[in-house]
């Protein structure tokens, strides 16, 4: 039946070894324009996991379809508030990272950047230290 190609890891049904869950997958199954051989080339999948998120989709179209519609609800909600807030105040606390990163002594080593191994050490210095999302959530 396919069924075995896909598993739920807490994100929804979803096609083993991708990302994708049968949710991302239900718009295209709703056009009737598109065929499950140019839904596997867009998501680049086989056409046996497309046929296993249809028939996924089939067998439990009721439970499918609610939460679907939830999805729907959300996003015509839109994102909280604070989350706004905290988008909109990101490009500030970027630069407050980088100024931060370029007063530290050991920035210079020799032409003036990082080694990558520097950047991870830099940046979990600065998540330990320095403006925590807390903070710039006080701060807005």
């Not at 049904?13 to 598109?34: M, Q």
């Not at 867009?42 to 996924?56: C, G, H, I």
């Not at 050991?106 to 999302?133: C, H, M, Q, Y």
Request: hydrophobic fraction near 40%; charge should be negative; avoid cysteine.
């Amino acid at each position: 039946m396919g069924l075995e190609l896909l598993h739920d890891r807490g994100r929804g049904p979803e096609l083993i070894d991708t990302r994708i869950t049968v949710y991302n997958l239900i718009g295209d199954f709703l056009n009737a324009s598109k065929t499950e051989q140019a839904i596997a080339d867009q998501y680049d999948l086989t056409a046996e996991q497309v046929a296993a998120a249809r028939t996924y989709i089939l067998i439990n179209f009721d439970k499918v379809m609610a939460r679907h519609r939830e999805f729907d609800e959300r996003d015509v909600r839109g994102n909280a508030p604070w989350i706004n807030d905290l988008a909109a105040a990101a490009p500030d606390h970027l630069d407050l990272y980088r100024h931060w990163l370029r007063s530290r002594d050991s920035f210079d080593t020799g032409n003036g950047e990082f080694s990558p191994d520097e950047r991870i050490a830099a940046f979990k210095e600065w998540l330990k230290n320095g403006v925590r999302a807390e903070s710039v959530h006080d701060a807005i």
